[in-house]
């Protein structure tokens, strides 16, 4: 997913990393671009303190992402990613419009989640719901937060059993009146 970051051409100098557990995505962020600030945010405090202590976050926010209210300034982020949360959401609209509101106009919205058949829930042995989205239904969500699609791929892993598993990458721009409204190339 940071890889993708650096293909489509972003620099980002302020990094917003929600769902960012141990930190792997700040690692990889950190490795990209050292002058990055990463904030994270979780609601595991745990996992959280492992990301500073590994030097994968320089800010931690302990919070419930699937609450309304997100606890940080609105349009203070060049980029917002979120590497396999969104899976963990009821109602995406709501998370990818959180995650809109902390993106600068001019900035850049990154998911990764696993892709399945429409609305497919399941609950694991702790009770926590778990949620496969389509990827025209988090299409759907960037166009109603108004986030032009920039960039939408698929990777598909064969499982074993027969079963395939798709992961998709989708990245979005905030665009604004006046200025260019995206960096490099042309929309897929
Ligand atoms: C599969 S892990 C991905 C962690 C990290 N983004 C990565 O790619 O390594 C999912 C993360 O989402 C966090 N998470 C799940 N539900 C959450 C919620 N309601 N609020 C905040 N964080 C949540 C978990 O604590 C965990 O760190």
């Known amino acids: 997913?940071?890889?993708?970051?650096?293909?489509?051409?972003?620099?980002p100098a302020r990094f917003l990393d929600c769902g960012s557990g141990t930190g792997l995505l700040g690692g990889a962020v950190r490795k990209l671009w050292p002058d990055a600030h990463i904030t994270g945010i979780?609601?595991?405090?745990d996992m959280l303190d492992q990301s500073v202590t590994d030097g994968c976050a320089d800010d931690i926010v302990l919070f419930d992402l699937m609450k309304a209210d997100w606890p940080v300034e609105d349009e203070s982020f060049d980029l917002v990613?979120?590497?396999?949360?969104?899976?963990?959401?009821?109602?995406?609209?709501?998370?990818i419009s959180n995650m809109a509101d902390a993106t600068r106009k001019g900035g850049h919205v990154m998911l990764s989640y696993?892709?399945?058949?429409?609305?497919?829930?399941?609950?694991?042995?702790?009770?926590?719901?778990s949620y496969l989205w389509s990827g025209q239904e988090i299409k759907d969500c960037f166009a109603e937060c108004e986030i032009e699609l920039i960039s939408s791929r698929d990777t598909q892993t064969y499982t074993g059993r027969g079963l395939h598993r798709i992961d998709s990458i989708i990245i979005g721009f905030k665009g604004h009146m006046g200025l260019p409204k995206r960096p490099n190339?042309?929309?897929?």
Do not use: W
Not at 42 to 45: I, N, R, V
Not at 81 to 95: E, K, L, R
Not at 114 to 129: A, C, F, H, P
């Open 1 to 11: 997913m940071a890889k993708t970051y650096q293909k489509e051409k972003i620099n």
């Open 185 to 188: 190339k042309k929309a897929p």
């Open 114 to 129: 696993l892709t399945g058949q429409k609305n497919t829930q399941s609950e694991t042995d702790d009770g926590t719901m």
């Open 42 to 45: 979780d609601f595991a405090d």
């Open 81 to 95: 990613g979120a590497a396999s949360v969104i899976n963990y959401a009821a109602d995406p609209h709501q998370f």
